[in-house]
T-cell receptor, first 117, second 112 residues
């Protein structure tokens, strides 16, 4: 596609429920990243995919968070047993590959705003 | 441990004047720095970058300055326009990490 697409754009869920967030990167982009932005905070790195493997999962905050990527394309971020502190905007970004980042940045999607009530 | 810091959460500037957004970092191994701009309900978009071997990079109205000894960079927007009103994030990149580390953002408001 022309850009990075994320769905849903907004999600309200009850505490304790599981949610799945989806990211469609730009076609041909082998690197995919998930970040989140909680209210009043910066962009917090969650996980990085190169192809279908995740060499860096260091930002996943707990074992309730998991992500997968299939076919070097779509990625889903799953949050199990959601908590109120999971409320944030979850942003997905993609790039051509891990070596091409500087001097250019990622291309971000518009994000999924998750609200846990 | 905040490796990239933007200490001013907000800034207001009159249209036509200069906007200066600041960013500090702690890791001397970062070798690229970027600025992103974010409008509400949109993802951040890349604005300008600078390599750690340079001290200035200019692109139209936007100039980024890097002071490595002070571990400080700044983004200058001249002249500021109302359409520049957005949240600006600085980000740092270190070779081998394959990811950017972002600051907390500064909300710029340009007053007409």
């Amino acid at each position: 596609g022309a850009g990075v697409s994320q769905s849903p754009s907004n999600k309200v869920t009850e505490k304790g429920k599981d949610v799945e967030l989806r990211c469609d990167p730009i076609s041909g982009h082998t690197a995919l990243y998930w970040y989140r932005q909680r209210l009043g905070q910066g962009l917090e790195f969650l996980i990085y995919f190169q192809g279908n493997s995740a060499p860096d999962k260091s930002g996943l905050p707990s074992d309730r968070f998991s992500a997968e990527r299939t076919g070097e394309s779509v990625s889903t971020l799953t949050i199990q047993r959601t908590q109120q502190e999971d409320s944030a905007v979850y942003l997905c970004a993609s790039s051509l590959g891990r070596h091409d980042l500087p001097p250019y940045g990622y291309t971000f999607g518009s994000g999924t705003r998750l609200t846990v009530v | 441990d905040q490796q990239v810091k933007q200490n001013s959460p907000s800034l207001s500037v009159q249209e036509g004047r200069i906007s200066i957004l600041n960013c500090d970092y702690t890791n001397s191994m970062f070798d690229y720095f970027l600025w992103y701009k974010k409008y509400p309900a949109e993802g951040p978009t890349f604005l300008i970058s600078i390599s750690s071997i340079k001290d200035k990079n200019e692109d139209g109205r936007f100039t980024v300055f890097l002071n490595k000894s002070a571990k400080h960079l700044s983004l200058h927007i001249v002249p500021s326009q109302p359409g520049d009103s957005a949240v600006y994030f600085c980000a740092a990149y270190g070779s081998g990490t394959y990811k950017y580390i972002f600051g907390t953002g500064t909300r710029l408001k340009v007053l007409a």
